[in-house]
C-alpha cells in the first residue's frame, strides 16, 4: 500500500468507524475496506491473515472482523477483490486488544500517482456478484454487466432468461419464474417500483431497458419482508449504472439485420405516420364521426431498411472537500430493427372446424430510444445522496396481412384481412435516494420514485376483403370488420421506501435489526374509441375495389357515399381507470445464532385498495373495490457447512392481486381473439418454501441445486369462457394450485492457462404444476355473469414450462497490450405449456417447446477499440400453438429468422 491511499484510507476510516477497545473483548483484528478513488466502502473483499487459514469477507459496509487465537505478535493482513491491486499490510497486536486496519484498495486500472483514471471499473463483475450471493443471508441471483456483456445480452428482458427456472413467451414481453407468469411478478428499479406501459401487464415491458443503463439485473424468488408482498414467481430489480471513476467518454455504433426481413427488403411495407426514431405526435380526431379528418393514409407505404443503432455515453467526478466527491454520468443510445415472418394463425371450435383459418404475414419495425442521467453525491463516507433520471421511447410498428378462411365472410379461403398498428411507449423515471450511516450500529436507506408512462395506439387500421373470380370486394359481415382504432393508456405513480437498520452484539457482528416502510400510489387510465367504417351494402355487394387502394374508398373522397362511421359508444371513448394504493410496514431480526447458523425471521403488513370504474357500450358503466389487509411472514434461515458451502431455506405467504384490465368489464378485440375482463376478480394467497444447498469451489464457481414447492389459494387464470365467440376471460378457476420442482446451476472453469479460460455455465428447473378446475365455483362467484364449463377437471398452470434449460460455453483469450477475444456461444430451451386453459369442451391451447442457439464474440483490439459480433437464432426453429382438440389443431405458427449483429466502441 503506497503511503497516499494508507493515509487516505486511514482518515476516512477514523472518520466513519468507530472501535471501541474493552478487556473483555476478544483478541483480533477490525477494520474497513475503501476504494482509494471513490471513498466507497467495497463489498466481498477477501479478507486474511497471511500464512493461516484464518479469513473472512468484507459486509455491504466494507467492514470486516477476524478474532485471533494467539496473544500478541507480528500479523499480515491480505486483502484480494477482482479488478483491484492485491494489498498486504503488516501489522503489530499486544496482547488482550484489537487492532484496526484501514485499507484503501487500488483500481487495476488506476495510475495513482498521477491521480489519473484511466479506465471505468466494472463493479457487478461476476466474482463479485459471486462473493455477495455466498456472504449474503438471504438468497440473492444477480447478473451483472460484466457477464451480460459476455453472453452479448442486449436488454433486461434477456437478461433474466439466462437465470434458473426463467423464460420468455415467445411473441410478448412477458417473463416467467418457476412457470408463473407476469401477475406473479413484482418490476422495481434501484428498488422502487416502476409502471407498467402494456394495458395488458402488469410489469412493464423488460425488453424497454437496454443493457447499456443496467449494472446489475437481480431475481429474488424467495420472499422476504422488504419486498413488495405482492409476490408469486419472483421479484425483478434493475440496478441502473452507477459511474465510479475519474472521467470516461465512449462512443458505439452498430447494426442487427434479420434474415427474414432481408428476403422481403423489396416489399416492406408499413403504416404512414411514425418517423424514423419511432415518434409519433398522432392523435384521434375530436370529431371523428362528423366528417373524415384522419391524417395517415389507409394505404401503406414502402420502408428503405437502415438497420442502425448508436450511443455515447460519458462520465465524469469531482472532488469536493476533503472527503467529497459527486459523479455525473449519461448516457444517450438509439437502436432499431426490423423484422418479418410467415406462418398460420387459426381459431377452431371444438369439433376442429375453422372460424378463422389464416396464413399470416408480419413485417415490424421497432425502435428504442434511451437517455438516462445519474448523480451521486458522496457527502462523505457515512452519507450519500444519488438522482435517477431515465427516459425511453419504445415505437413498435407491424403490418399483419391475414389471408384465408372467415366464417360466413370468405368460406372459399379467398378472405384478406389487413391490420396496420403502431404502438409507442414513452417512461419517465424520477428516483432521489440516499444511503447514510448514523453511527457505527445504525444506518439509514431511503428512496422515493415519480414515473409516468404513456402506452398509446394512436391509429390501427383494420380493413378486410374478398377476392372472387380476380375481383375484390369488400367484406362487411359485422360492424367492425373494417375500423380505426385508438387507444391511450397513462399510468402516473408516486413511491417511497425507507429501512433504519441497528447492529447487534457488542461489536456490531450479531446481526441487525430491520424496521422500514413501503409505499405506492398509482392511477392508470384507458380511454379507446374504435371508429367501424359502415361500408354501403350496394358498395360490398357488386363493386369491384383495387386491394392496394384502400384509401380510394375508405378515405376522405369515400365519407357518405361509400360508408359511414359509427362507434360503439357515440362520439365518445370507452374507457377504464384504476387507483391502487398500497401502505406496508415491516420489521425483521437477521440474526448469527451460531457460527454457522443466521436467521432472517420478518413479518410485513400490507395495506391495499385497488378500484376500477369502466364503462363500454356493451357493459354500460361499472365500478368495484378490492380492500386487503394482509399479514406476511417470512423466514430464511442460512447454514453455513463450510467456508465454500452453504444450506439455506426460505419459507413466506405472500399474495397475487388481479390486474385493473383483468377486473373492468371491458372489451379488446385481437385478430382471431376477444378478451374481456371480470369485476368479480380477487386476489390470491400464495405460501412458498425454498431448500437451497450452494457449493463455491472457487472465486468464480458455483454448484447449487435447489428445491421449490408453492402453493396457491384461489389463483387467478386466463380461461375461455361459454361464448360463440371463444372468448377468453380471467377467473378464481379454482379452490388451490400448486407447483413443484428442481433447479440446478453450475458455473465451472473447465480450462485455465495463465490469463485464459474455458469456462462453462449451465442452469436448468425441472417444474411440475397443478390445479383443480371448478366451473360451478367460477358461475356461483360471478353470480352468473361468466360461464365457465372446463373441458378438464385439473391442469397445469398457463405459461408453465416442466423443463427449463440454459447453457453457455466461454472461452477468453488473452494477449499483450490490452487486447482479448472472449467465444460465447449460448443455448435455451424450455418445453411445452398452456397458453390459455380449456373450456367447452375446447382442449388446452399449448405452446410447443423450442431451442434456441446463439453466438457471441467480443473482441478488445485495443485499450480504446472493441468488436462485437453476434449471431442470434441460428437454428431458427418453428414456433407452434397447438389447440388440443380430440385431434389436435395447429392453430399459430411462425420462424423468426436469424439476426446477425455486429457493433463497434471507441472509448477516450
Do not use: C
Not at 426463467?166 to 409502471?195: A, C, H, W
Not at 442502425?308 to 449519461?330: D, M, T
Not at 407491424?398 to 384478406?416: K, L, M, P, T, Y
Amino acid at each position: 500500500m503506497n503511503k497516499f491511499s494508507y493515509y487516505v484510507a486511514l482518515i476516512v476510516s477514523l472518520l466513519t468507524f468507530q472501535v471501541s477497545i474493552s478487556k473483555a473483548q476478544q483478541f483480533g483484528v477490525k477494520g474497513k475496506v475503501l476504494d482509494v478513488e471513490t471513498f466507497q466502502p467495497i463489498p466481498g473483499v477477501s479478507i486474511k491473515i497471511a500464512n493461516t487459514t484464518l479469513a473472512t469477507s468484507t459486509d455491504e459496509k466494507g467492514e470486516f472482523s477476524i478474532a485471533l487465537p494467539g496473544k500478541g505478535g507480528e500479523y499480515t493482513l491480505v486483502s484480494t477483490f477482482v479488478g483491484y491491486g492485491v494489498d498486504s499490510t503488516k501489522f503489530n497486536l499486544n496482547a488482550d486488544n484489537w487492532a484496526f486496519i484501514p485499507v484503501s484498495l487500488i483500481n487495476a486500472s488506476s495510475t495513482l500517482d498521477e491521480v489519473v483514471v484511466t479506465r471505468r471499473r466494472e463493479r457487478a463483475s461476476e466474482l463479485a456478484l459471486l462473493e455477495e450471493r455466498r456472504k449474503s443471508s438471504l438468497t440473492v441471483e444477480r447478473i451483472g454487466a460484466q457477464e451480460l456483456s459476455r453472453k452479448g445480452v442486449g436488454d433486461a428482458a434477456a437478461a433474466v432468461t439466462k437465470l434458473s427456472g426463467v423464460s420468455k413467451q415467445e411473441g410478448n414481453s412477458q417473463i416467467f419464474v418457476r412457470g408463473l407468469g407476469d401477475r406473479y411478478m413484482t418490476t422495481t428499479l434501484n428498488g422502487l417500483p416502476i409502471p407498467a406501459s402494456d394495458a395488458n401487464m402488469k410489469n412493464i415491458a423488460l425488453d424497454i431497458f437496454s443493457t447499456d443503463v443496467v449494472d446489475y439485473v437481480g431475481v429474488d424468488k424467495v420472499s422476504n419482508v422488504a419486498l413488495s408482498g405482492d409476490f408469486g414467481g419472483a421479484s425483478i430489480d434493475i440496478a441502473s449504472k452507477n459511474f465510479t471513476g475519474d472521467k470516461m467518454l465512449e462512443f458505439s455504433l452498430g447494426s442487427t439485420v434479420n434474415t427474414n426481413a432481408l428476403r422481403d427488403a423489396g416489399n416492406f411495407h408499413l403504416q404512414e405516420g411514425p418517423n424514423f426514431f419511432g415518434f409519433s405526435d398522432y392523435k384521434t380526431p375530436a370529431d371523428a364521426l362528423g366528417s373524415y379528418h384522419f391524417d395517415n393514409s389507409w394505404n401503406p407505404v414502402k420502408k428503405t431498411m437502415i438497420p442502425l443503432n448508436f450511443g455515447v455515453r460519458g462520465g465524469k467526478s469531482f472532488q469536493i472537500g476533503a472527503e467529497g466527491r459527486l459523479k455525473l454520468f449519461a448516457t444517450a443510445d438509439f437502436s432499431n430493427g426490423y423484422t418479418s415472418r410467415y406462418g398460420i394463425n387459426a381459431d377452431v371450435n371444438a369439433q376442429g372446424a375453422p372460424i378463422k383459418s389464416f396464413m399470416q404475414s408480419h413485417m415490424s419495425y421497432n425502435t428504442r430510444t434511451t437517455g438516462m442521467f445519474n448523480a451521486n453525491y458522496q457527502i462523505n463516507s457515512q452519507h450519500n445522496l444519488s438522482y435517477n433520471l431515465l427516459y425511453i421511447n419504445s415505437g413498435d410498428q407491424f403490418r399483419d396481412v391475414f389471408s384465408g378462411f372467415i366464417r360466413d365472410a370468405a368460406e372459399s379461403d379467398n378472405g384478406v384481412l389487413t391490420r396496420n398498428t403502431f404502438v409507442q411507449t414513452q417512461l419517465l423515471i424520477n428516483q432521489l435516494l440516499g444511503k447514510h450511516t448514523l453511527n457505527d450500529r445504525v444506518s439509514v436507506d431511503w428512496g422515493l420514485a415519480y414515473n409516468h408512462v404513456n402506452g398509446d395506439i394512436p391509429d390501427r387500421m383494420q380493413s378486410q376483403v374478398r377476392s372472387e373470380n380476380d375481383d375484390f370486394y369488400f367484406i362487411r359481415v359485422n360492424q367492425a370488420d373494417n375500423h380505426r382504432y385508438s387507444h391511450y393508456v397513462k399510468e402516473y405513480e408516486i413511491a417511497g421506501n425507507a429501512k433504519l437498520d441497528y447492529k447487534l452484539g457488542a461489536d456490531g457482528t450479531k446481526g441487525k435489526i430491520s424496521v422500514g416502510y413501503n409505499g405506492r400510489k398509482k392511477k392508470r387510465s384507458l380511454d379507446m374509441i374504435q371508429l367501424n367504417f359502415d361500408i354501403n351494402s350496394e358498395f360490398r355487394d357488386g363493386t369491384a375495389i383495387d386491394p392496394a387502394n384502400i384509401d380510394q374508398y375508405l378515405g376522405a373522397d369515400g365519407f357518405g357515399s361509400i360508408y359511414r362511421l359509427q362507434s360503439f359508444s357515440g362520439n365518445g371513448f370507452q374507457f377504464y381507470n384504476g387507483d391502487q394504493d398500497v401502505h406496508a410496514g415491516f420489521i425483521s431480526v437477521d440474526y448469527k445464532l451460531t457460527d454457522k447458523l443466521t436467521a432472517v425471521v420478518g413479518a410485513r403488513y400490507e395495506y391495499i385498495k385497488q378500484y376500477v370504474d369502466f364503462y363500454t357500450a356493451e357493459y354500460s358503466r361499472g365500478s368495484n373495490t378490492i380492500n386487503k389487509n394482509a399479514f406476511l411472514p417470512s423466514l430464511n434461515l442460512k447454514y453455513e457447512l463450510d467456508d465454500r458451502q452453504n444450506l439455506r431455506f426460505g419459507a413466506s405467504k405472500t399474495y397475487t392481486l388481479p390486474q385493473f384490465k383483468e377486473r373492468a368489464r371491458f372489451q379488446y378485440d385481437d385478430v382471431t381473439q376477444v378478451f374481456v375482463g371480470n369485476p368479480y376478480l380477487y386476489a390470491s394467497d400464495n405460501y412458498n418454501a425454498d431448500l437451497k444447498w450452494e457449493f463455491f469451489p472457487k472465486s468464480s464457481e458455483l454448484i447449487a441445486v435447489t428445491a421449490f414447492g408453492k402453493y396457491i389459494q384461489n389463483p387467478i387464470n386466463e380461461i375461455l369462457m361459454v361464448s360463440a365467440a371463444n372468448d377468453l376471460t380471467y377467473a378464481n378457476t379454482g379452490e388451490a394450485g400448486y407447483a413443484y420442482g428442481v433447479e440446478l446451476e453450475l458455473k465451472k472453469d473447465l480450462l485455465t492457462f495463465n490469463q485464459d479460460k474455458l469456462s462453462l455455465g449451465f442452469n436448468s428447473a425441472f417444474m411440475k404444476t397443478h390445479q383443480d378446475f371448478d366451473g360451478e365455483k367460477v358461475n356461483r362467484e360471478t353470480e352468473g355473469n361468466i360461464n365457465f364449463n372446463p373441458t378438464n377437471t385439473s391442469g397445469s398452470f398457463a405459461g408453465a414450462s416442466d423443463v427449463v434449460i440454459n447453457a453457455d460455453l466461454s472461452y477468453l483469450k488473452t494477449f499483450a497490450n490490452d487486447k482479448s477475444i472472449t467465444a460465447t456461444v449460448l443455448y435455451n430451451y424450455y418445453s411445452d405449456k398452456i397458453f390459455a386453459i380449456g373450456a367447452s369442451f375446447l382442449g388446452d391451447r399449448v405452446d410447443k417447446g423450442i431451442g434456441t442457439l446463439d453466438f457471441v464474440l467480443k473482441s478488445k483490439l485495443s485499450r480504446k477499440i472493441s468488436v462485437d459480433v453476434a449471431a442470434r437464432n441460428i437454428l431458427n426453429p418453428e414456433f407452434q400453438r397447438w389447440q388440443q382438440n380430440e385431434t389436435p389443431v395447429k392453430i399459430l405458427s411462425y420462424k423468426r429468422g436469424a439476426f446477425f449483429n455486429i457493433g463497434l466502441r471507441y472509448q477516450l
